[in-house]
């Protein structure tokens, strides 16, 4: 502990109201997403992307506020050099005595850019994501599936990282607590900190909301505009799928009809030749229902479509080409679904694919739409 914080001090303003509301905002966003995308049924990605809105809100409102904020919120006040940096850092390590800063200290900064930077790629690779693999959001137009799926690997590396330096970011908060006695938690908390009392007098700026509302309106007036722009456009990969009466009266007769994009044309040609041993029973139908299903399966099958599902189901067991719930990701995605949700009346079996998905038959399956039967 330092000389400074063994002397008493004075209490001064230095997290002003705006500043602390963002941090803790803030941090509830980054847990409820985080909760929602890596622990929580994925029934709850509505809110994951509720938690990724209100981020970008943020994001904005604090590189505003670091120009129009108060002294210590803006970004110049703790702007530091690398070499100033890593002597803060050898003092943080080593447990030496380390100075007191009023504002952000100089490794506190660096997890502030940090962060700051993580965030706007972690949320920018978010929407592509929902747009390319989803057909959601803004960028479902602009997105294929190939690009939601890049992103994907990119939003999720810097979530992983994202946890890491936020573990170093309290291990520093409180290796700083026992080095100067300053109760940093508190201050985020009550904007106050305490300083020596032969602290000089502050130069304390002064913030100007009105010119910070005015660049926020203006830019997510302009981002907004664009955006929009963007969501007129249709999904991409994602087709109009018109009503086959003899599709669906000739399967529906023994099972709900899947969605054509859930297996690749040759796996629906193979399974149209192979009715008189259908799943080891006699599905024969007649000869023209016969084409007539077989060109509404090969015209609208895997391959016509850019959606995660098609491009998932693409991939069959070479074991059992006409099974969709033999699949690689039908097993992956099923695999935590407790076997009795299966044996439910309103479920019956795995390949009762509206029981739990209720937009099965537009081909989109929303993580959002899956609702699970709790009883029978």
Avoid at 135 to 159: M, R, S
Avoid at 334 to 341: F, L, R
């Amino acid at each position: 502990m330092t000389d400074d914080a063994k002397t008493p001090g004075r209490n001064v303003k230095v997290w002003d109201l705006p500043t602390r509301i963002f941090h803790w905002t803030l941090v509830a966003m980054v847990l409820i997403g985080f909760l929602t995308g890596w622990v929580f049924p994925e029934n709850t990605m509505g809110l994951h992307l509720w938690a990724g809105y209100i981020t970008v809100i943020l994001l904005v409102f604090r590189l505003t506020w670091g120009l129009f904020g108060s002294e210590y919120s803006r970004l110049e006040t703790f702007t530091f050099s690398p070499v100033h940096i890593l002597e803060h850092m050898k003092e943080l390590i080593t447990l030496r005595p380390v100075k007191h800063y009023i504002g952000h200290n100089p490794t506190g900064s660096l997890m502030v850019f940090g962060l700051l930077f993580v965030l706007t790629v972690i949320t920018l690779s978010g929407l592509m994501v929902l747009g390319g693999e989803e057909n959601q959001g803004p960028l479902a137009g602009a997105a294929n599936y190939i690009i939601g799926d890049i992103a994907k690997t990119i939003h999720t590396g810097f979530v992983i990282l994202l946890l890491a330096m936020i573990v170093l970011h309290i291990a520093g908060v409180f290796v700083e607590i026992k080095l100067t006695g300053e109760n940093l938690v508190r201050a985020m908390i009550t904007g106050l900190k305490n300083v020596p009392k032969d602290t000089p007098a502050l130069q304390h700026r002064k913030a100007r909301p009105l010119a910070a509302a005015i660049v926020i309106f203006v830019f997510v007036g302009l981002a907004g505009s664009m955006l929009w722009a963007f969501s007129t456009m249709p999904p991409s990969g994602l087709l109009y799928l018109p009503p086959n009466d003899t599709y669906e009266s000739e399967c529906g007769d023994c099972h709900k009809p899947f969605h054509p994009s859930l297996l690749p044309i040759d796996s629906w040609t193979k399974m149209m030749a192979g009715l008189d041993d259908h799943f080891g029973e006699d599905a024969t139908i007649g000869q023209d229902s016969v084409i007539e299903i077989t060109a509404y399966l090969t015209r609208y099958g895997g391959e016509n479509w850019d959606t995660e599902a098609a491009n998932r189901f693409r991939n069959v067991n070479p074991e059992a080409p006409l099974q969709i719930t033999e699949t690689p990701y039908w097993k992956r995605k099923h695999e935590d679904v407790k076997p009795e949700y299966f044996k439910l009346k309103k479920v019956g079996v795995k390949s009762n694919c509206g029981a739990c998905h209720t937009d099965h038959y537009s081909g989109r399956f929303d993580d959002q739409k899956i609702k699970i039967p709790k009883e029978n």
